[in-house]
């Protein structure tokens, strides 16, 4: 199966932004709704953003308004721009996907290994 990579994680400081990346790590037919999710230390992954491949998007409450979720459906990669950055935004971001290898294939769904999200305060 085809694994996800994020990109785009790293140090920034509060206020700052980043721009999260989650593609494919290989050739897919297609790629379905994608969920990017978070997890703290000592916390649960808790889902912060989806993105349908109708360009639809939905957010939780804590990032409303700071963080927004697009797709470039030629390139199959999915962004997570993230501004006004909190030090409780600090976390592994990882990004989920439901993909299809070819159109006449079923669909699952996989993850990424996640990339550090560190907002200093």
């Known amino acids: 199966q085809v694994q996800l990579v994020e990109t785009g994680g790293g140090p920034v400081q509060a206020g700052g932004s980043l721009r999260l990346s989650c593609a494919p790590s290989g050739n897919v037919f297609r790629v379905n709704t994608v969920g990017w999710y978070r997890q703290a230390p000592g916390k649960q992954r808790v889902l912060v953003a989806t993105s349908t491949s109708d360009g639809g998007a939905n957010y939780a409450d804590f990032v409303k308004g700071r963080f927004t979720v697009s797709r470039d459906n030629v390139r199959k990669t999915v962004y997570l721009q993230m501004n006004s950055l909190k030090s409780e935004d600090t976390a592994i971001y990882y990004c989920?996907?439901?993909?299809?290898?070819?159109?006449?294939?079923?669909?699952?769904?996989?993850w990424g290994q996640g990339t550090q999200v560190t907002v200093s305060s």
């Open positions: 989920n996907a439901e993909l299809k290898n070819y159109f006449w294939s079923s669909t699952y769904t996989t």
